[in-house]
């Protein structure tokens, strides 16, 4: 009667090894993938810092005062005030 519980024992240490084993593995399976999401995403998170600087750059030169300048003479008619038609508002304090 022995042996069969000794068996017995065995078989269920062997199970007991195995669901650790398989829990290891998935384990291991899960955190490959998320390092691999987490290198997808640090690639795009690249890829939208290099199109926001380069949105920026092209923002600044649309905006820039001579081309704004020459868009309101070219378009509007628009020219420079000379300094003798400039003129000044003093505010009260």
Do not use: C, F
């Not at 999401?37 to 923002?59: F, P, T, V």
Request: aromatic letters at 2%.
């Amino acid at each position: 009667m022995k042996r069969p519980r000794r068996v017995t024992g065995g078989v269920v240490w062997i199970g007991v090894v195995a669901a650790l084993l398989a829990g290891v593995v998935a384990m291991n399976v899960a955190v490959l993938r998320l390092n691999m999401r987490l290198d997808k995403l640090g690639r795009e998170r690249a890829d939208l810092r290099a199109q926001n600087a380069q949105l920026s750059s092209q923002l600044s030169s649309q905006a820039s005062a001579p081309r704004i300048q020459g868009l309101a003479a070219k378009r509007l008619g628009l020219v420079q005030a000379t300094p003798d038609q400039t003129s000044y508002v003093t505010l009260p304090h």
